[in-house]
């Protein structure tokens, strides 16, 4: 049985523009993710550029990523960043008490943002609040930013960086309600008022990100202790989602996990209406620095790796249109995490490197980066599912993503068939004075939505590509159970 959907793009309707920052990536010093996944050292037989693997190092840069956030997570706030700097030989060996571990410090600073000028991502660095200061954070962005001739400065170009590297983005802290000192709001709000006036007085051109909660009552706390929205120019959440095994779930459980990420929505929502509130017109950023799926098998000891399905790449695509939907409101999104942990894009074993199906899904998102995102109207069957509360709810078998690049004349569309086993005959019609010209369509599906790519088989998820002939402004696209289609195509 093939069900009948129809989607409608407005070309001259859109969300607004699609920050390329909503495609952002996350590392943190857990399990295998920095050690071995990005860093194996000058001495390795892995081949490598300064310690720094080749083989992640090409494959992130592949994907354009936009924005990488470092150290933490958790470990941020009980990193000490210049235990990280200078000779390695030097460096302090700490105990990571977070996630019960020991750090030679080997890759630090330097070395993080050595990894993002290689692959081409903007570095977003997150500071220590829970048991560091003001000082030391101020420290950081001197021995980062500063151009003159101040002792930072000359311990940066010492250590070979004579240049400042210009660092951005600043967290002043993590899940500071939490791991980050567990903060009240109204502690909290307080910290960050003191780390933020100092932070803008050392250099006024950071943006500035603190640490909310998708809680409305700790966020509304904190945004009402805080007074000075002039400090800040972000608040960023987390959402992170599970529903049965990583491999062995149920049809059942495959179908309510996407209702499970799609709480993110109503988590933006809440967060937004706040922000907008409080700003009083001026705009503050919503950021949302951790996301992902994280199964029960996620463990501590295990350095939290888990399997990655063609299950968890279809829903991180879900989880992708609704940030598309709320483009003009949220600025940045990091997906938790890049190597070897949670919801990684690239998996690491010794030499050998494969690429996980949600690699793909960022892979076909990629058009949408700096485009404008348009309405689409979704008129489509649904299915039954089981909202995180056990109450039954229904759950749309289509989900989809439409954006316009002007610079490129391009109209991309992503749409998902979440449906397991039957496809959808999509009728796509496009309102506004537009033709098609020969495009570009690719489909990422399998034949069981529970495998997964591994080393002895890295392409048993990988997308199919084909020519998308051209045509006129209303077309039909027949998609695959279970798959994710991007259709690029040139307007004329």
């Known amino acids: 049985m093939t069900g009948q959907a129809t989607l409608t793009l407005r070309l001259d309707d859109s969300w607004g523009l699609i ?8 590392i943190e010093h857990l399990g295998r993710c920095i050690e071995e996944g990005i860093w194996v050292g000058p001495e390795s037989s892995i081949p490598n550029t300064e310690g720094l693997r080749n083989d992640t190092v090409a494959a992130f840069k592949a994907l354009n990523p936009p924005v990488l956030r ?33 750090e030679d410090n080997h890759f630090g600073t330097d070395e993080f943002l050595q990894f993002c000028r290689l692959t081409g991502a903007e570095p977003y660095i997150c500071g220590n609040v829970g048991s560091g200061s003001p000082r030391e954070m101020m420290n950081w962005v001197e021995y980062c930013n500063y151009g003159g001739d101040s002792h930072y400065a000359r311990l940066r170009a010492q250590y070979g960086h004579p ?28 910290e960050y008022r003191r780390y933020a006036l100092y932070l803008r007085r050392l250099d006024p051109s950071l943006q ?53 990420a799609l709480q993110v929505d109503a988590d933006i929502r809440r967060t937004e209406e706040l922000l907008s509130f409080f700003g009083q017109g001026r705009f503050i950023g919503l950021v949302v620095d951790e996301w992902g799926v994280w199964h029960p098998q996620a463990k501590n000891p295990d350095g939290l790796y888990q399997q990655n399905t063609l299950r968890d790449a279809l829903v991180a695509a879900s989880v992708l249109d609704v940030f598309n939907r709320w483009a003009a409101k949220v600025t940045m999104a990091n997906l938790a995490q890049t190597v070897n942990v949670l919801q990684c894009v690239i998996q690491t074993e010794g030499a050998k490197m494969w690429l996980t199906p949600t690699y793909h899904v960022f892979s076909l998102y990629r058009p949408h980066q700096g ?9 489509c069957d649904s299915v039954a599912v089981r909202n995180p509360e056990g109450r039954e709810a229904s759950l ?7 954006s316009r690049h002007g610079e490129r004349g391009e109209l991309t569309l992503t749409v998902t068939n979440r449906h397991l086993t039957e496809p959808q005959e999509v009728a796509v019609r496009l309102r506004g004075e537009a033709a098609l010209g020969e495009g570009r369509q690719w489909v990422l599906t399998a034949e069981d939505v529970r495998m997964v790519n591994r080393a002895e088989q890295p392409e048993a998820v990988v997308p199919t590509g084909s020519p998308f002939p051209p045509g006129k402004a209303e077309f039909t696209l027949v998609l695959p159970p279970k798959s994710l289609t991007t259709l690029v195509v040139p307007l004329r």
């Open 19 to 26: 920050n390329p920052n909503l495609y952002g990536h996350f």
């Open 70 to 102: 470092w150290p933490g997570g958790c470990f941020a706030d009980l990193y000490h960043w210049e235990d990280g700097i200078g000779p390695r030989e030097r460096r302090p060996r700490r105990v990571n008490a977070w996630w019960y571990k020991e």
């Open 163 to 190: 240049e400042p590297y210009g660092v951005k983005y600043w967290g002043v802290g993590n899940e500071n309600w939490g791991c980050g000192g567990a903060y009240d709001p109204e502690c909290y709000a307080r």
């Open 208 to 260: 500035l990100i603190a640490c909310g909660h998708t809680t409305r009552d700790w966020n509304l706390r904190f945004l009402e202790t805080l007074g000075r929205l002039d400090l800040l120019d972000h608040l960023s959440i987390h959402r992170y989602y599970g529903c049965g095994h990583e491999t062995e779930f149920t049809d059942q459980e495959y179908y309510d996990l996407y209702l499970r």
């Open 371 to 379: 485009a404008t995102s348009l309405r689409v109207d979704l008129e």
């Open 396 to 402: 749309p078998v289509l989900s989809a993503s439409a």
